[in-house]
């Protein structure tokens, strides 16, 4: 597990409007227009909020005319789930087999 990745990813949704982007687009993709309305804020603030889940490849845009919409990296987003699900659980990749082995941190 690359803990830096993991970190990344979480800081790029700890944004309360972040999680709940995630969470509407796992419905499937929107326009950014439904987007401002349903949160009632600025377009720079939407897009803000956007750019830091599409650098973070997260969510991904495509263009139709003038439209912006967005729909989950579902890659990414797997991703990201199972390696929180990994630290919750013990894989054979975990560091605790190593730390009962006796072995330092790298």
Excluded: W
Excluded at 23 to 44: H, I, K, M, R
Excluded at 51 to 58: E, G, I, P, R, V
């Amino acid at each position: 597990m690359n803990y830096q990745t993991l970190s990344t990813y979480l800081k790029a949704i700890s944004s309360p409007i972040r999680l709940e982007i995630l969470n509407l687009l796992s419905c499937g993709e929107l326009c950014a227009n439904d987007l401002l309305t349903y949160f009632q804020v600025t377009q720079p603030t939407l897009s803000h909020h956007m750019k830091a889940l599409m650098d973070n490849h997260l969510v991904n845009k495509r263009q139709d005319g003038n439209k912006h919409y967005y729909h989950l990296n579902t890659e990414t987003y797997t991703s990201l789930l199972d390696q929180l699900h990994d630290i919750g659980t013990s894989q054979p990749s975990c560091a605790c087999h190593n730390i009962h082995k006796g072995v330092e941190r790298l």
